[in-house]
């Protein structure tokens, strides 16, 4: 058992659009499984997929593949390159706005 698959009562309302109560019910009924942890009843939600704990440690940056080699992927050059052209669309927006601003007078 996974403890990522494990969801309260009012989440698993949430999560598919019902009410507590009909939640409630579909446990009395048997429909649903539950756990009891911490003194609190928790459903075993079987949607959720089953992920093994390794896999939701953050992994390391992976080399990106461009034409059928690999390179690294320089992100600060990457980040000035879309700061400059940022900059250029302010700057024209800037223009704009005030061509029509001087229209108006």
Known sequence: MNENNLVSIQQYAVKH??????????????????????????????????????ALLPQPVKKVEEEGKTADVDYEAKFHELLSKYIDLQEKYTRLIEEKYDAKK
């Open 17 to 54: 659009k019902m009410s507590t109560f009909a939640v409630i019910k579909q446990i009395n009924a048997g429909h649903l499984k539950t756990v009891k942890k911490d003194d609190q009843d928790y459903i075993l939600d079987e949607s959720i997929p089953q992920t093994p704990p390794s």
